[in-house]
């Protein structure tokens, strides 16, 4: 019952920087957290940073730390993702998740811990 839309992918180059976000709507109301999972072709989904609904603790991948910034604005449901210094690894199709009920938050990492997902947006950088 939780819909999801991402927008902001592109092409960029290395080392460039690029916003995405996430528009959450529906039964917002007991979101646990969201978070940020990407795919690059032949090779599996994989998580990249995770936030806290409540209290806005963080998880990042380690390839991204450092990197990336995510973020909420539990007023009006959407989360974000900065990515600065960008490399040519990370081209994929980012994906924006909701985990609609509580878990826990070491779940947040893995794929089964999200009951929604929006449809992706394409992030492509160039070298």
């Known amino acids: 019952q939780v819909q999801l839309v991402e927008s902001g992918g592109g092409l960029v180059q290395a080392g460039d920087s690029l916003r995405l976000s996430c528009a959450a709507s529906g039964r917002t109301f007991s979101i646990y957290g969201m978070g940020w999972f990407r795919q690059a072709p032949g090779k599996e989904r994989e998580f990249v940073a995770a936030?806290?609904?409540?209290?806005?603790?963080?998880i990042y991948a380690d390839s991204v730390k450092d990197r990336f910034t995510i973020s909420r604005d539990n007023v009006h449901n959407t989360v974000a993702l900065q990515m600065n210094s960008l490399k040519a690894e990370d081209t994929a199709v980012y994906y924006c998740?909701?985990?609609?009920?509580?878990?826990?938050?070491?779940?947040?990492?893995?794929?089964?811990?999200?009951?929604?997902w929006g449809q992706g947006t394409q992030v492509t950088v160039s070298s």
């Open positions: 936030i806290i609904w409540t209290g806005g603790t963080t």
């Open positions: 998740a909701c985990a609609a009920r509580w878990r826990t938050q070491s779940s947040l990492t893995r794929l089964t811990a999200y009951d929604a």
